[in-house]
């Protein structure tokens, strides 16, 4: 069975830089085929994808937030990072991790930990 | 990047009722698209991939058609859980793009 957790911070101020883990069980990001990725989602509002990172430390980013996005995966930890860099109230959202499936689907999806941007 | 626009955004029906909700992609993504409910303060689930496939353990009254430009996700007989948001995602390209949503309300 595959489980995903997000942690990090709820309360970050603008032009700091968000910090976020995800730990993983169930694959190994080592195994040929696997990856992980990062979605958002504002309050109300629909999903957004940021960031994919796979087995071979290949990674993709959203082209719109690429500047402030890093991916990096410690694969002894089963642990995903995502940093974003100058954030901004308009981020504030809940961050989601998730399971990258072949064919490039997301099953399953981590909790979720909700990020407020404010002074 | 590829874009995906849904239809509609919202709709309202009642138990029993048989919906539909499109998905169309700004250029052909073939088969690769996928299909994800979430419920109010719940994780995205997956619901179908490649365009028509049904993930293990979703009701067989979920349904979904289309290839190139054109998706739909069908309920047959809307039941009291599936009330949701409904997303689509294609896995064309990168950026992974996900359609607006389609909020699926109580009549």
């Known amino acids: 069975q595959i489980t995903l957790k997000e942690s990090g911070p709820t309360l970050v101020k603008p032009t700091q830089t968000l910090t976020l883990t995800c730990t993983f069980s169930?694959?190994?990001?080592?195994?040929?085929?696997?990856?992980v990725s990062w979605i958002r989602q504002p309050p109300g509002k629909a999903l957004e994808w940021l960031a994919l990172i796979y087995w071979d430390d290949d990674k993709r980013y959203n082209p719109s937030l690429k500047s402030r996005l890093t991916i990096t995966k410690d694969t002894s930890k089963n642990q995903v990072v995502l940093t974003m860099t100058n954030m901004d109230p308009v981020d504030t959202g809940t961050y989601y991790c998730?399971?990258?499936?072949?064919?490039?689907?997301?099953?399953?999806w981590g909790q979720g930990t909700l990020v407020t941007v404010s002074s | 990047d590829i874009q995906m626009t849904q239809s509609p955004s919202s709709l309202s029906a009642s138990v029993g009722d048989r919906v539909t909700i499109t998905c169309r992609a700004s250029q052909s993504i073939s088969t690769y698209l996928n299909w994800y409910q979430q419920k109010p303060g719940e994780a995205p689930k997956l619901l179908i991939y490649?365009?028509?496939s049904l993930q293990s353990g979703v009701p067989s009254r979920f349904s979904g058609s289309g290839s190139g430009t054109d998706f739909t996700l069908t309920i047959s007989s809307l039941q009291p859980e599936d009330f949701a948001t409904y997303y689509c995602?294609?896995?064309?390209?990168?950026?992974?793009?996900f359609g607006g949503g389609t909020k699926v309300e109580i009549k």
């Open positions: 998730a399971h990258r499936s072949l064919g490039e689907l997301f099953d399953p």
């Open positions: 169930g694959f190994s990001l080592s195994s040929s085929g696997e990856g």
């Open positions: 995602q294609q896995s064309y390209s990168t950026p992974l793009i």
């Open positions: 490649a365009a028509s």
